[in-house]
């Protein structure tokens, strides 16, 4: 069963401060596997997409990282903001073939950045 | 539109009664998914249309649930019956195509079954 495990569960971190967050998957073979960002009450937003061919991807103060050997990704916050704070889903695409939008969603990790 | 627009935000209704959930994607979107998300877990596939391709149910719960999308466009999300257990956050994402599978949420319908 294709699955995503991310850790933590929940972070705190004081506002400037970094903070790494990680995400194991089994699906395989897989496309590609996205960081999306959920603000409370909103619906998630991509922040990155990473193939298997990638190692590592940024966009402003977000670098995420992959090892497809490990199957592991990582997503490193720098200089974290108050508005920072949201949940960090992990997102896996299975390769091309039938069935392939149907994602598999990590369940999420709780970032709070407090002054 | 601008976004994937939802309605209602929010929904209380008592066990039993049917709800319909509306879902606007984005204009040229001609992929649309439907997930829920409950509290502590990840987001839950529930439906897929792409085009005019008979859509994907293989992830609706059960045959309380049923989903519709008109001239491509907007979709509903119809739950009969509706039970305790199907209190959730429902939320519409669409995308350009399923080769283009960068998914646009809205900001979801809040469930309450009372």
């Known amino acids: 069963k294709n699955q995503v495990e991310q850790s933590p569960q929940s972070l705190i971190i004081l506002e400037g401060k970094n903070c790494t967050l990680q995400?194991?998957?089994?699906?395989?073979?897989?496309?590609?596997l996205r960081w999306y960002k959920q603000d409370t009450g909103r619906g998630p937003v991509s922040l990155t997409i990473?193939?298997?061919?990638?190692n590592t991807k940024s966009n402003g103060r977000y670098t995420a990282t992959l090892d497809a050997d490990t199957k592991q990704s990582s997503l490193h916050i720098t200089a974290s903001q108050l508005s920072d704070s949201a949940s960090y889903i992990c997102v896996v695409r299975p390769n091309s073939g039938a069935g392939s939008y149907q994602l598999t969603f990590g369940k999420g990790t709780k970032l709070s950045v407090i002054p | 539109g601008a976004g994937v627009s939802q309605s209602p935000s929010n929904k209380v209704t008592e066990k039993g009664k049917d709800v319909e959930l509306r879902c606007d994607p984005i204009?040229?979107?001609?992929?649309l998914y439907w997930y829920r998300q409950s509290l502590g877990q990840g987001l839950e596939f529930l439906i897929y249309?792409?085009?005019?391709?008979?859509?994907?149910k293989s992830g609706l719960p059960s045959d309380r649930f049923s989903a519709e999308r008109t001239g491509g466009s907007v979709s509903t999300l119809t739950i009969q019956r509706t039970q305790q257990e199907d209190s959730a956050v429902y939320l519409c994402a669409s995308s350009l195509s399923l080769a283009n599978e960068k998914l646009f949420f809205g900001s979801g319908t809040q469930l309450s079954v009372l």
């Open positions: 204009s040229g979107h001609t992929a």
């Open positions: 990473m193939t298997f061919s990638e």
């Open positions: 249309f792409q085009g005019n391709s008979a859509p994907d």
């Open positions: 995400c194991n998957y089994t699906v395989s073979p897989f496309s590609n």
